[in-house]
């Protein structure tokens, strides 16, 4: 193979692995085979937690919340705290979204955080508390590229997932079945492959695992149902860990998360003879996640035509890539807040516990529109006047901020993008003499259409033409 | 009134053309749909979960003032509708639209095992999905999927605000949110967006790049005919001045000026009052009374009332006895409005919640969410609701 078809594949690759490639690195990798560029992107990746949110100020902070929230009667003072407490906990959570959309701008490990997105979304989980939300991310990030029952084991027992599905309250005699359902239905067999009774059975099991009053797991042996359960047909005094191993023991599992891992990697439309190929080769690793992907990546057909500039981009991809690409700074990072709010893809707040939709789903009026315009306001520092919809767990702080005037929600403020891309370290990655068009075969991931070579022939400057690429409908394909 | 004697009233349909040949049905059915294109539906969404308890004040109960010892309305206070409900006190500028009957109020409209999160139980209101279902498509994207005559394009259901809501949402069509309709066809109309769709003849797929392209057209012809269409058309009625007033008037403008939309989407936020409820709810009472009593006489004086049916929803009701805070906690059922210039029921529609049989300290509904629906769909919007709502659900006799 020649380095220019060579050089199409790397691209590819580092735009599904990860966020893209820069014009230099991908030259430099132009040569090497696909097995070897894999295994480097696979091996280069350190394990490099978030450590935004204070441990120590956190579990202060749930202290203080867990005493008021038993007290009967709150003084004005304690109810100041308590809001102060939530006003907090919000404003965390939105530099926490910052700090890991900042990350996956800037990380020299794109695969590690294009994992840990996946299992975002594969295990979605909202958390009002925002030290939960990034143990959880971390969880995923640490556990991302190693073993599925590791990862699975560590969601389940992290406080933000007994919070969000209820385990918390799921005691002997009283079970709560959410967390049991949801564990097959969604995070690893699938609808139909389990019985009513089996989730009824599981979340016995499940009974007396919770997390303590700082946020620690903790198995609580006086709440936990040590009583006999028929699962799968297996008849025995099952806790929660033996239930797992009962449901990866199925090659079901290993197939719905190869299915799930597909659609986000290669294509929305699943081909199931892939699937059932990776599904296989996840089984017989044990369940190695590192196994599955370098499957996935070096198999003949993750190159093909079907499989190339035909996936939409999600808004975080989308973002995260454009800002890559361009060196861009966000001198208020907030308008990254607004921005995926606006486009349909809020980091930490999944639409619920399925997660995003993805593929079309990703694209309205609306969001198209704003889509083709983020280059020129990002590149061009514009301004933007969308203002973004109120998030529904923000009401509770809508309400305790509103200003007694009846007129307070509409004074939203305009908003500009102020962000700044870094033109010269952009253009100093391209050979002297590049011309517009070539500019734009590398931006686009789609085959050029004689249109689009039309359009651009005229063009003079390289600055001018990557705003316009980066505008087009083509330009939301990966 | 449906359609059929909509049309019957008319003089529209002669005598045996229930028996026309097959082939002449699509004349039929697009002659029809030109006629009820008329018909809005208008919905109206509350975010936060509303208290229904403090809004419709069941003052003629004594339980209501045991467990609101400090956020209770008092009964001298109350707009009295009959002697057991009557309005919060911020709601008078809708005592008149009541008296008019252009109001219906429905009691405890909820659904089986609810939800407490604001997400999901929105999500579930958006959806009209069961409780423990998940769905990625929207009740109104539904309708418009169901590729009806009169919902093909993305302008048939509009969302008055930036982005859209799931609700919006179907599978192959979508709505379409805006705010300013100027704004929009300039965006859409911006030099180089023209130039990228001129001639664009290669991405009729049904690719996703076949999608995006689509989209993109429709948009833009969208854009075009609903500024087109509303911007000669000049509103005489004064409206208060608040976000909520703002998007009903440019409903009313979108109505009057004879877009052929059938659905419009609004909402006000704010109503999750934990904490001293009072003045928080009041305002957003305030607002919404006073934005929806101008609406409804806007639409009269403009003869559109009678064509327009406005519902109005939020995600919970909250629960019956207050929190320490002067607040309230996420709840279950709660009421829901209709409005409209045709009623078949006025007033209030069903008893007055049971507040000595809850349900742990909740509301019990008597109504799901989705026959209030399935009523809209099959007897405003004209279509069959087991085909939008996935099962088939009972009609009630509002309209």
């Known amino acids: 193979m020649n380095a220019k078809d060579n050089s199409l594949r790397v691209k590819h690759l580092y735009n599904r692995a990860g966020f893209g490639i820069s014009y230099a690195d991908l030259h430099k990798l132009s040569r090497k085979n696909t097995e070897k ?3 480097g992107l696979l091996k280069e990746t350190k394990d490099d937690p978030i450590t935004l949110v204070s441990d120590t100020e956190s579990r202060r902070q749930m202290l ?92 389940s027992k992290s406080p933000a997932m007994l919070q969000y599905l209820n385990n918390q309250q799921n005691r002997k005699g009283k079970p709560n079945e959410n967390f ?31 997390y303590d009053k700082d946020g620690t797991f903790i198995f609580r042996q006086n709440l936990h149902d040590d009583g006999t359960k028929t699962f799968f047909g297996k008849t025995g ?87 890559r690409e361009f060196y861009v700074t966000y001198n208020k990072p907030q308008i ?83 962000a700044n891309a870094d033109w010269s370290k952009f253009l100093s990655t391209f050979p002297k003499g590049t011309s517009p068009l070539e500019l734009t075969a590398f931006l686009l991931q789609p085959k050029l259409n004689d249109k689009i070579i039309k359009m651009v022939s005229d063009n003079k400057g390289l600055r001018s033409t990557a705003v316009e690429i980066t505008s087009m409908p083509e330009y939301q394909l990966v | 009134m449906n359609r059929r004697n909509f049309l019957r009233n ?24 030109e006629l009820s294109l008329y018909k809005n539906l208008v919905v109206v969404q509350l975010s936060g979960g509303n208290d229904g308890l403090n809004t419709v004040v069941p003052f003629g109960n004594d339980l209501y003032y045991q467990k609101r010892k400090s956020i209770a309305i008092k009964p001298e206070d109350v707009i009295k509708l009959n002697d057991m409900q009557g309005l919060n006190p911020n709601m008078a500028a809708l005592q008149e639209i009541y008296d008019q009957g252009w109001m219906t109020i429905i009691n405890d409209v909820g659904y089986p095992n609810p939800d407490r999160s604001h997400f999901r139980s929105m999500d579930i209101w958006q959806t009209g999905s069961d409780s423990n279902q998940f769905l990625s498509t929207g009740w109104i994207g539904r309708y418009l999927d169901s590729n009806c005559q009169t919902c093909k394009f993305p302008y048939t259901a509009i969302e008055v605000d930036d982005s859209l809501s799931l609700a919006m949402k179907g599978q192959t069509k979508k709505g379409i949110a805006l705010k300013d309709p100027a704004a929009l066809f300039r965006n859409t109309n911006n030099p180089f967006f023209k130039a990228v769709l001129q001639n664009d003849q290669e991405h009729l797929d049904e690719d996703n790049l076949g999608y995006l392209y689509k989209t993109m057209i429709e948009t833009q012809s969208s854009a075009s005919y609903i500024q087109n269409t509303s911007k000669i058309y000049q509103s005489k009625f004064t409206y208060p ?12 403008k979108f109505i009057s000026s004879g877009l052929k939309t059938r659905v419009y989407y609004v909402s006000l936020s704010g109503f999750d009052t934990h904490v001293n409820q009072i003045g928080q709810q009041g305002n957003l009472l305030k607002q919404y009374s006073e934005g929806m009593a101008a609406f409804i006489k806007d639409l ?11 519902v109005t929803f939020s995600e919970f009701g909250r629960r019956v006895e207050q929190n320490a805070s002067s607040g309230t906690d996420h709840g279950t059922a709660n009421n829901m409005f209709v409005f409209g210039g045709r009623l078949k029921k006025q007033g209030i529609f069903n008893a007055a919640p049971n507040l000595s049989d809850l349900d742990n300290g909740d509301l019990k509904y008597q109504l799901d969410f989705r026959q209030v629906y399935g009523t809209i769909l099959d007897k405003w919007l004209d279509v069959n609701n087991g085909d939008i709502l996935n099962k088939k659900f009972n009609t009630l006799d509002f309209i």
């Open chain 2, 241 to 252: 001045s608040s976000g909520f007033a703002n998007q009903l008037k440019t409903v009313s």
């Open chain 1, 180 to 210: 049991a359902r949801e564990l097959m239905e969604l995070f690893t067999l699938g609808r139909g492959k389990y019985t009513e009774n089996d989730i009824k059975e599981s979340a016995r099991s499940f009974t007396g695992w919770m």
């Open chain 2, 300 to 310: 009269k004086s403009n003869n559109k009332l009678d064509d327009t049916l406005v």
């Open chain 2, 10 to 33: 008319t003089g529209f349909v002669a005598a045996g053309s229930l028996f026309v040949p097959a082939f002449m049905k699509p004349f039929e059915a697009l002659a029809l749909d």
């Open chain 1, 336 to 418: 990254l807040i607004q921005l995926q709010s606006s486009l349909g893809q809020y980091l930490f707040n999944p639409p619920n516990v399925a997660g995003w939709p993805g593929g079309q789903n990703w694209i309205d009026s609306s969001s198209l529109m704003l889509r083709m315009r983020i280059p020129s306001l990002v590149l061009n520092d514009g301004e933007i006047d969308f203002s973004g919809k109120a998030d529904p767990e923000d009401e509770a702080v809508i309400a305790l901020n509103k200003n007694a005037t009846a007129n307070a929600n509409n004074a939203k403020p305009k908003s500009y993008v102020n």
């Open chain 1, 237 to 323: 005094n099952f806790d929660g860990e033996n239930i797992i191993d009962l449901i990866l023991a199925k090659p079901d599992t290993a197939e719905f998360i190869a299915r799930k891992v597909y659609k986000f990697f290669v294509n929305d439309q699943p081909n199931e003879v892939h699937v059932k190929e990776l599904g296989d080769h996840f089984y017989a690793a044990n369940y190695d996640i590192s196994a599955l992907i370098k499957k996935m990546f070096t198999s003949e057909w993750f190159y093909s035509a079907e499989n190339v500039g035909t996936k939409i981009k999600s808004p975080i991809e989308f973002l995260v890539g454009l800002s």
């Open chain 1, 64 to 155: 203080v919340q867990a005493g008021l929230y038993t007290k009967k009667n709150l003084s004005d003072e304690e109810k100041k705290i308590r809001q102060e407490i939530i006003r907090m906990q919000n404003e965390v959570s939105k530099d926490l979204n910052i700090a890991w959309i900042d990350k996956m701008i800037n990380t020299t490990s794109p695969l590690r955080e294009k994992m840990t997105l996946f299992w975002h979304g594969h295990f979605a989980c909202r958390s009002n508390e925002p030290l939960y939300a990034q143990q959880l991310n971390n969880i995923q990030r640490t556990y991302g590229l190693g073993n599925f029952k590791t990862l699975l084991m560590e969601v």
């Open chain 1, 37 to 39: 560029i894999v295994a």
